[in-house]
Protein backbone atom coordinates (compact mmCIF):
# COMPACT_ATOMS: atom_id res chain seq x y z
CA UNK A 1 0.00 0.00 0.00
CA UNK A 2 2.96 2.20 1.12
CA UNK A 3 4.26 1.95 -2.34
CA UNK A 4 1.16 2.52 -4.51
CA UNK A 5 0.77 6.12 -2.49
CA UNK A 6 4.56 6.36 -3.74
CA UNK A 7 3.59 5.23 -6.77
CA UNK A 8 1.03 7.48 -7.32
CA UNK A 9 2.89 10.20 -5.85
CA UNK A 10 5.50 9.65 -8.61
CA UNK A 11 2.76 9.49 -11.56
CA UNK A 12 1.21 12.84 -10.44
CA UNK A 13 4.16 14.52 -10.85
CA UNK A 14 4.57 13.65 -13.96
CA UNK A 15 6.54 10.72 -14.37
CA UNK A 16 5.24 7.33 -15.68
CA UNK A 17 5.66 4.36 -13.00
CA UNK A 18 5.12 0.39 -14.22
CA UNK A 19 2.62 -0.56 -11.40
CA UNK A 20 3.71 -4.06 -10.86
CA UNK A 21 2.63 -4.00 -7.32
CA UNK A 22 -1.38 -4.13 -7.93
CA UNK A 23 -3.22 -7.24 -6.72
CA UNK A 24 -6.19 -6.55 -8.65
CA UNK A 25 -6.87 -7.89 -12.43
CA UNK A 26 -6.61 -4.94 -15.10
CA UNK A 27 -9.82 -6.49 -16.44
CA UNK A 28 -12.87 -5.36 -14.94
CA UNK A 29 -16.43 -6.99 -14.41
CA UNK A 30 -17.38 -9.00 -17.79
CA UNK A 31 -19.92 -7.09 -20.16
CA UNK A 32 -22.78 -8.96 -19.31
CA UNK A 33 -22.34 -8.05 -15.03
CA UNK A 34 -22.44 -4.38 -16.32
CA UNK A 35 -25.30 -4.69 -17.66
CA UNK A 36 -26.89 -6.55 -15.48
CA UNK A 37 -25.72 -3.77 -12.93
CA UNK A 38 -27.44 -0.82 -15.15
CA UNK A 39 -30.77 -2.83 -15.51
CA UNK A 40 -30.70 -3.14 -12.36
CA UNK A 41 -29.92 0.14 -10.63
CA UNK A 42 -33.31 1.33 -13.13
CA UNK A 43 -35.69 -1.55 -11.61
CA UNK A 44 -34.77 -2.68 -8.41
CA UNK A 45 -35.70 -1.12 -4.51
CA UNK A 46 -31.94 -1.44 -3.56
CA UNK A 47 -33.54 -2.40 -0.13
CA UNK A 48 -31.21 -4.90 2.01
CA UNK A 49 -31.36 -8.43 1.19
CA UNK A 50 -30.95 -11.69 3.73
CA UNK A 51 -28.04 -11.45 5.63
CA UNK A 52 -27.00 -14.82 3.68
CA UNK A 53 -27.57 -13.46 0.37
CA UNK A 54 -29.88 -13.66 -2.31
CA UNK A 55 -31.01 -17.20 -2.76
CA UNK A 56 -30.57 -17.22 -6.75
CA UNK A 57 -26.60 -16.33 -6.53
CA UNK A 58 -26.19 -18.79 -3.65
CA UNK A 59 -27.86 -21.23 -5.83
CA UNK A 60 -25.69 -20.01 -8.50
CA UNK A 61 -22.36 -20.58 -6.81
CA UNK A 62 -23.67 -23.71 -5.80
CA UNK A 63 -24.22 -24.71 -9.21
CA UNK A 64 -21.07 -23.38 -10.71
CA UNK A 65 -19.16 -25.77 -7.81
CA UNK A 66 -20.71 -28.86 -10.08
CA UNK A 67 -19.74 -27.34 -13.28
CA UNK A 68 -16.19 -26.17 -13.12
CA UNK A 69 -15.44 -28.33 -10.33
CA UNK A 70 -17.47 -31.97 -10.10
CA UNK A 71 -18.06 -31.02 -6.64
CA UNK A 72 -21.33 -31.03 -5.03
CA UNK A 73 -22.31 -28.20 -2.82
CA UNK A 74 -25.94 -27.60 -1.25
CA UNK A 75 -26.67 -24.03 -1.68
CA UNK A 76 -27.62 -23.49 1.76
CA UNK A 77 -24.23 -23.91 2.98
CA UNK A 78 -23.10 -20.88 0.14
CA UNK A 79 -22.79 -17.56 2.35
CA UNK A 80 -22.42 -14.80 0.32
CA UNK A 81 -19.90 -12.18 1.63
CA UNK A 82 -18.38 -8.51 1.23
CA UNK A 83 -15.63 -9.85 -0.56
CA UNK A 84 -13.12 -12.84 0.57
CA UNK A 85 -12.48 -10.26 3.68
CA UNK A 86 -16.19 -10.13 4.98
CA UNK A 87 -16.13 -14.01 4.69
CA UNK A 88 -12.30 -14.68 6.08
CA UNK A 89 -13.32 -12.05 9.16
CA UNK A 90 -17.08 -13.96 9.58
CA UNK A 91 -15.07 -17.08 10.13
CA UNK A 92 -12.50 -16.23 12.27
CA UNK A 93 -15.39 -14.61 14.22
CA UNK A 94 -17.04 -17.90 14.31
CA UNK A 95 -14.09 -20.54 14.76
CA UNK A 96 -11.59 -18.79 17.18
CA UNK A 97 -11.47 -18.28 20.90
CA UNK A 98 -8.98 -16.88 22.97
CA UNK A 99 -5.42 -18.78 22.83
CA UNK A 100 -6.49 -20.85 20.25
CA UNK A 101 -2.87 -21.82 18.26
CA UNK A 102 -3.90 -21.48 14.84
CA UNK A 103 -0.92 -22.60 11.82
CA UNK A 104 -0.64 -20.34 8.92
CA UNK A 105 2.45 -20.74 6.62
CA UNK A 106 4.81 -17.72 6.07
CA UNK A 107 4.51 -16.17 3.44
CA UNK A 108 0.93 -15.63 3.04
CA UNK A 109 -1.51 -13.09 2.69
CA UNK A 110 -1.15 -10.83 5.25
CA UNK A 111 -4.60 -9.83 6.73
CA UNK A 112 -4.90 -13.83 7.94
CA UNK A 113 -2.61 -13.02 10.43
CA UNK A 114 -4.79 -9.94 11.65
CA UNK A 115 -8.11 -11.23 11.72
CA UNK A 116 -7.15 -14.36 13.76
CA UNK A 117 -5.41 -11.67 15.85
CA UNK A 118 -8.09 -10.02 16.22
CA UNK A 119 -9.88 -12.54 17.71
CA UNK A 120 -7.54 -13.44 20.19
CA UNK A 121 -5.80 -16.58 18.26
CA UNK A 122 -2.14 -17.29 18.87
CA UNK A 123 -0.91 -17.39 15.13
CA UNK A 124 1.49 -19.70 14.37
CA UNK A 125 3.96 -18.40 11.27
CA UNK A 126 4.84 -22.09 9.97
CA UNK A 127 8.05 -20.96 7.80
CA UNK A 128 7.88 -22.33 4.25
CA UNK A 129 10.41 -22.59 1.41
CA UNK A 130 11.11 -23.32 -2.30
CA UNK A 131 11.06 -27.23 -1.31
CA UNK A 132 7.33 -27.40 -0.16
CA UNK A 133 6.07 -24.53 -3.11
CA UNK A 134 6.31 -21.84 -0.35
CA UNK A 135 2.92 -23.56 0.99
CA UNK A 136 2.37 -25.73 4.44
CA UNK A 137 2.80 -29.51 3.73
CA UNK A 138 1.64 -32.81 5.77
CA UNK A 139 4.68 -32.97 7.69
CA UNK A 140 5.27 -29.11 8.35
CA UNK A 141 2.21 -28.99 10.04
CA UNK A 142 3.05 -32.72 11.82
CA UNK A 143 5.97 -31.15 13.10
CA UNK A 144 4.45 -27.69 14.02
CA UNK A 145 0.91 -29.21 15.87
CA UNK A 146 0.84 -29.10 19.54
CA UNK A 147 -1.71 -29.65 22.29
CA UNK A 148 -3.10 -25.81 21.52
CA UNK A 149 -3.74 -26.20 17.92
CA UNK A 150 -7.46 -25.54 16.90
CA UNK A 151 -6.74 -24.96 13.26
CA UNK A 152 -4.83 -24.33 10.03
CA UNK A 153 -5.49 -21.54 7.28
CA UNK A 154 -4.53 -21.85 3.79
CA UNK A 155 -4.39 -20.19 0.57
CA UNK A 156 -4.03 -22.05 -2.53
CA UNK A 157 -2.51 -21.12 -5.33
CA UNK A 158 -1.46 -18.70 -2.37
CA UNK A 159 -0.69 -14.53 -2.20
CA UNK A 160 2.28 -13.63 -2.66
CA UNK A 161 4.25 -16.85 -4.62
CA UNK A 162 1.49 -17.56 -7.25
CA UNK A 163 1.84 -21.56 -6.69
CA UNK A 164 -0.58 -23.96 -5.24
CA UNK A 165 -0.43 -26.81 -2.41
CA UNK A 166 -0.13 -30.10 -4.45
CA UNK A 167 -3.97 -32.12 -3.73
CA UNK A 168 -2.01 -34.55 -2.01
CA UNK A 169 -0.57 -32.29 0.13
CA UNK A 170 -3.97 -30.62 0.80
CA UNK A 171 -6.01 -33.70 1.48
CA UNK A 172 -3.38 -34.80 3.93
CA UNK A 173 -3.33 -31.62 5.79
CA UNK A 174 -6.93 -31.15 6.21
CA UNK A 175 -7.25 -34.77 7.05
CA UNK A 176 -4.51 -34.94 9.46
CA UNK A 177 -6.41 -31.42 11.07
CA UNK A 178 -10.02 -33.40 10.72
CA UNK A 179 -8.37 -36.32 12.74
CA UNK A 180 -7.67 -33.72 15.74
CA UNK A 181 -10.94 -32.24 15.35
CA UNK A 182 -9.15 -28.85 14.06
CA UNK A 183 -10.75 -26.87 11.81
CA UNK A 184 -9.58 -25.57 8.36
CA UNK A 185 -9.36 -22.48 6.55
CA UNK A 186 -9.17 -23.03 2.66
CA UNK A 187 -8.92 -19.51 1.06
CA UNK A 188 -9.62 -20.65 -2.93
CA UNK A 189 -9.37 -16.73 -3.93
CA UNK A 190 -7.39 -17.98 -6.63
CA UNK A 191 -8.53 -21.27 -7.55
CA UNK A 192 -10.12 -20.43 -11.05
CA UNK A 193 -6.91 -18.95 -12.02
CA UNK A 194 -4.97 -21.74 -11.14
CA UNK A 195 -3.61 -24.28 -14.07
CA UNK A 196 -5.56 -27.41 -14.67
CA UNK A 197 -3.91 -30.96 -14.19
CA UNK A 198 -1.98 -32.66 -16.42
CA UNK A 199 -4.88 -34.13 -18.00
CA UNK A 200 -6.85 -31.08 -18.30
CA UNK A 201 -8.96 -30.81 -15.57
CA UNK A 202 -9.67 -27.68 -13.76
CA UNK A 203 -7.67 -27.45 -10.66
CA UNK A 204 -9.68 -29.44 -7.58
CA UNK A 205 -11.36 -27.55 -4.75
CA UNK A 206 -10.63 -28.74 -1.38
CA UNK A 207 -14.44 -29.67 -1.10
CA UNK A 208 -13.86 -32.54 -3.32
CA UNK A 209 -12.13 -34.16 -0.68
CA UNK A 210 -13.00 -32.74 2.61
CA UNK A 211 -16.54 -31.63 2.97
CA UNK A 212 -16.43 -29.97 6.06
CA UNK A 213 -13.33 -27.68 5.44
CA UNK A 214 -14.35 -23.71 5.39
CA UNK A 215 -14.04 -22.47 1.90
CA UNK A 216 -13.31 -18.35 1.13
CA UNK A 217 -14.32 -17.53 -2.56
CA UNK A 218 -14.43 -14.27 -3.55
CA UNK A 219 -15.88 -12.07 -7.18
CA UNK A 220 -12.40 -10.35 -7.22
CA UNK A 221 -10.04 -11.71 -9.04
CA UNK A 222 -11.29 -14.52 -11.26
CA UNK A 223 -14.27 -12.37 -12.40
CA UNK A 224 -12.46 -9.48 -12.07
CA UNK A 225 -15.20 -7.78 -9.85
CA UNK A 226 -12.27 -6.41 -6.95
CA UNK A 227 -14.45 -3.05 -6.49
CA UNK A 228 -17.42 -4.53 -6.33
CA UNK A 229 -17.05 -6.12 -2.93
CA UNK A 230 -18.80 -9.24 -3.32
CA UNK A 231 -17.24 -13.27 -2.19
CA UNK A 232 -18.33 -15.99 -0.36
CA UNK A 233 -18.07 -18.93 2.11
CA UNK A 234 -18.85 -22.24 1.94
CA UNK A 235 -19.43 -23.89 5.32
CA UNK A 236 -20.30 -27.19 7.62
CA UNK A 237 -23.97 -26.71 7.62
CA UNK A 238 -23.60 -26.27 11.53
CA UNK A 239 -21.75 -23.44 10.67
CA UNK A 240 -24.25 -21.68 8.89
CA UNK A 241 -26.58 -20.06 11.40
CA UNK A 242 -23.47 -19.20 13.53
CA UNK A 243 -22.09 -17.24 10.30
CA UNK A 244 -25.55 -15.86 9.81
CA UNK A 245 -26.19 -13.83 12.88
CA UNK A 246 -22.20 -12.79 12.83
CA UNK A 247 -22.72 -11.09 9.31
CA UNK A 248 -26.46 -9.85 10.32
CA UNK A 249 -24.60 -7.80 13.51
CA UNK A 250 -21.50 -6.70 11.65
CA UNK A 251 -22.92 -5.15 8.15
CA UNK A 252 -26.49 -6.70 7.73
CA UNK A 253 -25.73 -7.77 4.19
CA UNK A 254 -23.74 -7.22 1.19
CA UNK A 255 -24.19 -4.79 -1.81
CA UNK A 256 -27.81 -5.57 -3.36
CA UNK A 257 -26.67 -4.01 -6.46
CA UNK A 258 -23.36 -6.36 -6.48
CA UNK A 259 -25.14 -9.25 -5.64
CA UNK A 260 -28.10 -8.59 -8.20
CA UNK A 261 -25.37 -8.02 -11.13
CA UNK A 262 -23.32 -10.85 -10.24
CA UNK A 263 -26.47 -13.30 -10.78
CA UNK A 264 -24.61 -12.49 -14.90
CA UNK A 265 -21.21 -13.99 -13.40
CA UNK A 266 -22.70 -18.03 -14.74
CA UNK A 267 -23.93 -16.82 -17.59
CA UNK A 268 -21.74 -19.04 -20.29
CA UNK A 269 -21.05 -15.83 -21.91
CA UNK A 270 -19.32 -14.27 -18.92
CA UNK A 271 -17.47 -17.70 -18.00
CA UNK A 272 -15.76 -17.51 -21.66
CA UNK A 273 -14.57 -13.79 -21.04
CA UNK A 274 -12.97 -15.12 -17.59
CA UNK A 275 -11.71 -18.29 -18.98
CA UNK A 276 -9.81 -15.94 -21.99
CA UNK A 277 -8.66 -13.49 -19.43
CA UNK A 278 -7.80 -17.43 -17.52
CA UNK A 279 -5.17 -17.63 -21.17
CA UNK A 280 -4.31 -13.92 -21.20
CA UNK A 281 -2.74 -14.61 -17.57
CA UNK A 282 -0.88 -17.33 -18.40
CA UNK A 283 0.26 -15.93 -21.39
CA UNK A 284 1.87 -12.82 -18.95
CA UNK A 285 3.00 -15.23 -16.50
CA UNK A 286 5.58 -16.58 -19.35
CA UNK A 287 6.21 -13.17 -20.66
CA UNK A 288 7.61 -12.60 -17.18
CA UNK A 289 9.29 -15.77 -16.56
CA UNK A 290 11.66 -15.55 -19.29
CA UNK A 291 11.91 -11.21 -18.82
CA UNK A 292 13.21 -11.70 -15.43
CA UNK A 293 15.43 -15.14 -16.52
CA UNK A 294 16.85 -12.65 -18.92
CA UNK A 295 17.22 -9.82 -16.21
CA UNK A 296 19.03 -12.02 -13.99
CA UNK A 297 16.48 -12.22 -11.50
CA UNK A 298 15.86 -15.88 -9.76
CA UNK A 299 12.08 -17.05 -9.28
CA UNK A 300 12.35 -19.87 -7.05
CA UNK A 301 9.53 -21.36 -7.40
CA UNK A 302 7.62 -21.07 -11.22
CA UNK A 303 4.01 -20.11 -10.30
CA UNK A 304 0.82 -22.13 -11.46
CA UNK A 305 -1.44 -19.99 -11.11
CA UNK A 306 -2.98 -15.96 -9.53
CA UNK A 307 -1.06 -13.32 -11.17
CA UNK A 308 1.89 -13.10 -8.79
CA UNK A 309 5.96 -14.03 -9.60
CA UNK A 310 7.65 -14.24 -6.10
CA UNK A 311 11.12 -13.29 -7.23
CA UNK A 312 14.41 -13.43 -5.07
CA UNK A 313 16.43 -10.71 -5.34
CA UNK A 314 19.45 -11.67 -2.84
CA UNK A 315 21.61 -11.74 -6.28
CA UNK A 316 21.24 -7.98 -6.52
CA UNK A 317 23.18 -7.35 -3.22
CA UNK A 318 19.85 -5.44 -2.02
CA UNK A 319 17.34 -6.81 0.69
CA UNK A 320 13.99 -6.53 -0.55
CA UNK A 321 13.06 -3.17 1.16
CA UNK A 322 15.68 -1.68 -0.52
CA UNK A 323 15.68 -3.41 -3.62
CA UNK A 324 11.97 -2.42 -4.24
CA UNK A 325 12.97 1.55 -2.97
CA UNK A 326 15.43 2.08 -5.82
CA UNK A 327 13.81 0.19 -8.37
CA UNK A 328 10.61 2.67 -7.70
CA UNK A 329 12.83 5.33 -7.54
CA UNK A 330 15.50 4.76 -10.01
CA UNK A 331 13.57 2.62 -12.46
CA UNK A 332 10.09 3.80 -12.23
CA UNK A 333 8.99 0.31 -11.29
CA UNK A 334 6.77 -0.55 -8.38
CA UNK A 335 6.59 -3.83 -6.76
CA UNK A 336 6.12 -4.85 -3.20
CA UNK A 337 8.60 -6.18 -0.83
CA UNK A 338 8.54 -10.01 0.95
CA UNK A 339 8.47 -8.15 4.34
CA UNK A 340 4.91 -7.53 3.77
CA UNK A 341 3.90 -11.45 3.41
CA UNK A 342 5.65 -12.75 6.36
CA UNK A 343 9.23 -13.07 8.79
CA UNK A 344 10.85 -16.07 6.65
CA UNK A 345 13.03 -15.35 3.73
CA UNK A 346 10.59 -12.69 3.10
CA UNK A 347 14.25 -9.90 3.14
CA UNK A 348 15.28 -11.05 -0.13
CA UNK A 349 11.86 -11.68 -2.12
CA UNK A 350 9.79 -9.21 -3.72
CA UNK A 351 6.43 -9.62 -5.47
CA UNK A 352 5.75 -8.69 -8.64
CA UNK A 353 2.05 -8.60 -10.02
CA UNK A 354 1.33 -9.15 -13.26
CA UNK A 355 -2.31 -8.42 -13.52
CA UNK A 356 -1.33 -5.46 -15.71
CA UNK A 357 -1.06 -5.46 -19.69
CA UNK A 358 1.64 -7.02 -21.44
CA UNK A 359 3.06 -3.55 -22.97
CA UNK A 360 3.30 -2.61 -19.42
CA UNK A 361 4.83 -6.12 -18.55
CA UNK A 362 7.39 -5.73 -21.46
CA UNK A 363 8.40 -1.66 -20.59
CA UNK A 364 8.79 -2.79 -16.77
CA UNK A 365 10.53 -5.76 -17.23
CA UNK A 366 13.30 -3.80 -19.98
CA UNK A 367 13.29 -0.91 -16.94
CA UNK A 368 14.22 -4.16 -14.03
CA UNK A 369 16.81 -5.47 -16.74
CA UNK A 370 18.61 -2.08 -17.09
CA UNK A 371 18.58 -1.29 -12.82
CA UNK A 372 19.88 -4.80 -12.08
CA UNK A 373 22.63 -4.28 -14.77
CA UNK A 374 23.80 -0.94 -13.16
CA UNK A 375 23.55 -2.69 -9.86
CA UNK A 376 25.99 -4.77 -11.13
CA UNK A 377 28.01 -2.95 -12.81
CA UNK A 378 27.97 -0.08 -9.25
CA UNK A 379 28.67 -3.26 -7.29
CA UNK A 380 32.17 -4.24 -9.95
CA UNK A 381 33.21 -0.73 -9.54
CA UNK A 382 33.01 -0.18 -6.17
C1 LIG B 1 -5.35 -14.64 -0.62
C2 LIG B 1 -6.36 -13.54 -0.55
N1 LIG B 1 -7.48 -13.70 0.18
C3 LIG B 1 -8.40 -12.73 0.29
C4 LIG B 1 -8.24 -11.51 -0.36
C5 LIG B 1 -9.31 -10.45 -0.20
O1 LIG B 1 -10.08 -10.37 -1.37
P1 LIG B 1 -11.48 -9.62 -1.53
O2 LIG B 1 -11.26 -8.53 -2.53
O3 LIG B 1 -12.43 -10.64 -2.05
O4 LIG B 1 -11.88 -9.11 -0.19
C6 LIG B 1 -7.10 -11.29 -1.14
C7 LIG B 1 -6.89 -10.00 -1.84
O5 LIG B 1 -5.89 -9.73 -2.43
C8 LIG B 1 -6.13 -12.34 -1.25
O6 LIG B 1 -5.02 -12.20 -1.99
Not at 154 to 178: H, K
Not at 279 to 307: K, M, S, T
Not at 346 to 365: D, F, I, N
Amino acid sequence: MEFGKRAAAMEAAGHTVIQLNIGEPDFGAPPAVLQAAQRVAGDTRMTYTAALGLPALRQAIADFYLRAHDVRVDASRVVVTAGASAALLLVTAALVDPGDEVLVGDPSYPCNRQFLAGFGADVRLVPTDASTRFQLDSRLVREHWSARTRGLMIATPSNPTGTSAPPQELRAMCEFARQRDAWRVVDEIYLDLADGDAGGRAPASVLAFDDEAVVINSFSKYFGMTGWRLGWCVLPPQMVPVVERLAQNYYICPSTLAQHAALACFEPASIAVCEQRRAEFAARRRLVLDGLREAGLRVPVEPDGAFYVYIDVSSTGLDAMSFCERALSEAHVALTPGNDFGVSGAARHVRLSYATSREQLREGLDRLGGFVRALAAQGRAA
